[in-house]
């Protein structure tokens, strides 16, 4: 993949980002394959979490593009009811002003992404983004953690490829 593959991206900064990390990636995977066996996993890792965060930054991009729009519930102005009005147990009663608020981009989380981009992305490569963000989660070192292979890592760069293409494809019909 060359930088040819991201021309529509927009604007040029973040064009240039997702190029420099595709090509960081790239750099990984060359040294992943000859790693001593016990940074291996680490390695993979990171080369799926790279790959994954193109992959969250080039869907909402698409998203954006798209004009969809992803909302939290916000509760205000919260007030607990008397005691006697309290149900048994650890949980607290009360009333609030409910409303349903748009998300700032900083705050619309991959799993948001891939939950809206579930038809676009079709079964099979939903199933496979949704499989490697399990995987990038493992960064967090208080998760499980499980043995990695090169071949998963290579699976990574499929599907940013894939993701690439359906993105270039749907934006040019628009």
């Known amino acids: 993949m060359d930088a040819d593959a991201f021309s529509f991206v927009t604007p040029k900064a973040f064009r240039t980002n997702i190029i420099e990390s595709v090509k960081f990636v790239?750099?990984?995977?060359?040294?992943?394959?000859?790693?001593?066996?016990?940074?291996?996993?680490?390695?993979?890792?990171?080369?799926?979490?790279?790959?994954?965060?193109?992959?969250?930054?080039?869907?909402?991009?698409?998203?954006?593009?798209?004009?969809?729009?992803?909302?939290e519930d916000k509760y205000t102005d919260k007030y607990t009811l008397p005691t006697a009005l309290q149900s048994a147990g650890d949980k607290e009663l009360l009333v609030a002003h409910f409303s349903r608020v748009e998300k700032d981009d900083t705050r619309v989380w991959f799993h948001d992404l891939i939950a809206e981009c579930k038809q676009f992305l079709g079964k099979d490569l939903h199933d496979r983004v949704i499989d490697l963000q399990s995987i990038r989660n493992t960064f967090h070192l208080s998760k499980t953690r499980r043995a990695l292979s090169l071949k998963k890592a290579e699976g990574s760069f499929d599907v940013v490829l894939e993701v690439v293409n359906k993105i270039k494809k749907d934006l040019k019909k628009a």
């Open 26 to 71: 790239a750099w990984l995977w060359v040294l992943a394959q000859k790693i001593e066996e016990e940074y291996k996993d680490e390695t993979v890792r990171t080369v799926i979490l790279y790959n994954m965060s193109i992959v969250e930054a080039l869907l909402l991009f698409w998203t954006k593009k798209k004009k969809k729009k992803f909302f």
